[in-house]
């Protein structure tokens, strides 16, 4: 009998086990030389775990009714999916599958858990309408994700190309939230279209969104700084569900109002200039 404990198979995929369990392989690069590595990290993919069930939650929530439920539950989606990519950071458990199960994972709580809450409590009275918002939004939220996991390496870590799906994600759930008790009317529900695919089209548009990836919590800050923060916990105590839609909204159209200004300061070509460019 061959000794379970052989290690004579060089290659996992050899193994005869393998034929049983198929175990994840990842080769990653240490010191320029290539590594095969099996298993996955568990505590960071914990959290996205968490992450993803909130926001299968938020969906069975919408579907029954239950809407204020499924507007925390993206909200505490967004809180888990803040630390998967951290904790990962900090314990040095960063891998490739990790960033493929979040991207997955922030689909479902950020793109299609809102669509449906969405439309579950606002949209179905429109019919086709109402169905082509919410799948404009899903749609939005997975080219979102795409684009950014493929320029991810190319482009300035401190700015979001687009509204970023968390944020976008928010201002949805905060609205059902908000007004979970409320059946709205037929123009409302108009209006909520509209809302949902504007927001949707923002994640796949080229405005400029700060990522405060460069916010260094560890330095000193003035005294007025803790202050501030203070108060927007109480303020988002005394209620959270407006206050959290506020602040989503204000993320929002922080990025419209730098691009707009961005537009009004480019230099303009007058029609002398171009007059005195034809004649050289």
Known sequence: MSNPDDNSFKDVEEHPLAQIVDEHVEEVEVKGEKIRRKGVYLLPNLFTTAALFAGFFAIVSGMNGHFAHAGMAIF?????????????????TTSAFGVQYDSLSDMVSFGLAPALVMFSWGLEPLGKVGWAAAFIFCACAALRLARFNTQAEVVD???FVGLASPPAAAILAGTVWSWS????????????????????LLMVSNVRYTSFKGLNLKGRVPFVVLFVAVLVFVLVTVDPARMLLLMAVTYCLSGLLAWGVGVCKRPKVTAKNDNTNKDQ
């Open 76 to 92: 505490a989606a967004q809180i888990l999916d803040g630390f998967d990519g951290r904790v990962a950071r900090m314990t040095n």
């Open 157 to 159: 870590s401190r700015y």
């Open 181 to 200: 008790d409320v059946v709205p009317s037929y123009e409302v529900s108009m209006a909520l279209a509209i809302i949902t695919t504007l927001v949707g």
